[in-house]
T-cell receptor, first 114, second 110 residues
Framework: EAGVVQSPRYKIIEKKQPVAFWCNPI?????LYWYRQNLGQGPELLIR????????DSQLPKDRFSAERLKGVDSTLKIQPAELGDSAVYLC????????????FGPGTRLTVT | GENVEQHPSTLSVQEGDSAVIKCTYS??????FPWYKQELGKRPQLIID?????GEKKDQRIAVTLNKTAKHFSLHITETQPEDSAVYFC?????????FGIGTKLQVIP
């Protein structure tokens, strides 16, 4: 079984530029998460999807961040414009959504904003 | 929302010794407490979890205990090995959403 796939793995951009991250969850997983992990910190939830519906986006900085999961499968997280403080690892995770709880993480995208 | 505190932030043990990592949480409604291991440059992976109707759970060399009254839970690793070296995250919440602690960097010294 393929795991959660993310691309790109690394991205370096200048501040004020846009950037997008892509995630393909494990097949059949209804719940998809986007997290931001700063160096030396735990993952912080940005947004959670149940199928194509964003059910928790309270921590998403909506002035510059947007996300979509149009068909309830893969998802894209976008930042426009990027700021220096956005440098972090962006992790995508998925779970079955059947109440068992386990989240499976992707390898993450390491973003560096210069 | 939920607030999870984790300590220590770093922990060094000799190979073969035990390691204990402790977490506290704030939301009494939390009923799911997973632990994730993240090796350097890799993704977090679930190693063990416990639900609120259970006080202790074991899986080979790792165990987790939960005290709902005090709102704290702990990870115990016995007979540590060099491959246990990693960052360990506790988390608390419900089955669909958890809040993570800041992590504990465990170093097992051969």
């Amino acid at each position: 079984e393929a795991g959660v796939v993310q691309s790109p793995r690394y991205k370096i951009i200048e501040k004020k530029q846009p950037v997008a991250f892509w995630c393909n969850p494990i097949s059949g997983h209804n719940t998809l998460y986007w997290y931001r992990q700063n160096l030396g910190q735990g993952p912080e939830l940005l947004i959670r999807y149940e199928n194509e519906e964003a059910v928790d986006d309270s921590q998403l900085p909506k002035d510059r961040f947007s996300a979509e999961r149009l068909k309830g499968v893969d998802s894209t997280l976008k930042i426009q414009p990027a700021e220096l403080g956005d440098s972090a690892v962006y992790l995508c995770a998925s779970s079955l959504g059947d109440g068992l709880g386990e989240q499976y993480f992707g390898p993450g995208t390491r973003l560096t904003v210069t | 929302g939920e607030n999870v505190e984790q300590h220590p932030s770093t922990l060094s043990v000799q190979e073969g010794d035990s390691a204990v990592i402790k977490c506290t949480y704030s939301d009494s409604a939390s009923n799911y407490f997973p632990w994730y291991k993240q090796e350097l440059g890799k993704r977090p992976q679930l190693i063990i979890d416990i639900r609120s109707n259970v006080g202790e759970k074991k899986d080979q060399r790792i165990a987790v205990t939960l005290n709902k009254t005090a709102k704290h839970f702990s990870l115990h690793i016995t007979e540590t090995q060099p491959e246990d070296s990693a960052v360990y995250f506790c988390a608390a919440g419900g089955y669909q959403k958890v809040t993570f602690g800041i992590g504990t960097k465990l170093q097992v010294i051969p």
